[in-house]
């Protein structure tokens, strides 16, 4: 493609593409004034647009006039990217018939399964497995289809995905799992799917923290719920803190009574030396201090 500016026609192909009008786009392509092809600044082709879109008709006529599928825009991103993302199952059949690339990742390393599950769209997220998308690829980040399912909250893509060989233990560059993450998030019902699946509980990020503190610290007490049954460390994190702690500077009252029915100690330390009942009370969450001196007393009193 020459890289002169764009033509009065090859902008109407563009709006016929975006707009969906398939009329339109057979006669400006019937005119044989314009490249099936022509691309905007962005790289953008028609193909794209009609499939950001949704436009099946259009898609369809742009493949039998020779749209090339496997042209990206200058973010990477191609037709199927942008089909998947939007949820379009029809058009991302279309174009994986007509041999779009399953796999191609933009600049940042996001792949059509990736913006799929990001989004939620299950039926997609299957055509796209099925079609033999890489259930383990990864952004630049190295967050993977996995990571962002647990991390929206989706809950049968994340099933789905585990079932097609997901590791549930895939690490961000930060060093969180989908566990981590989906802790952080507040989804129970995520985090016991990974739970039963294999994910260590006491994977941490690399600043120590892990899913129990995370879920502590934002009060997600069903989490905390979750994570309590597979024994997670109650002691000290890498981080110098504990989920006490944590639950206890927030004034998470609920948390804290989870955690010091797990076997707690609210005598324990954090790296400043302040106890967790101190920390709620320098805080001035006096509910949750009263409680936990309580529960101090009751320790010493043994």
Known sequence: MSSKKESLSDAQLH??????????????LDSGKVHVDCKDKDGTTPLILASAYGHYDCVKELLEQGADPTLKRVTGTTALFFG??????EVVKVLLENNAPVDTSSVDGGSPLFVACQCGHMDVVKELVENGAKVNTHMKDKATPLFIAAQNGHYKILVYLLAQGAEPDSRRTDGATPLWISAQMGH????????????RVDAARHDGATALFKAAHKGHSAVVGELIKYKPSLGLLPNGESALHAAALFGHLTVCKQLISAGADPTLKNQDNATSCQLAADHKHNIVSDYLKNCVNRTTHK
């Open 188 to 199: 129970d019902h995520i985090v016991a799917q990974l739970l039963k699946s294999g994910a």
């Open 84 to 89: 998947a993302q939007g949820g379009f199952l």
């Open 15 to 28: 709006l016929a593409a975006m707009n969906g009008d398939v009329r339109l786009l057979k006669r400006i």
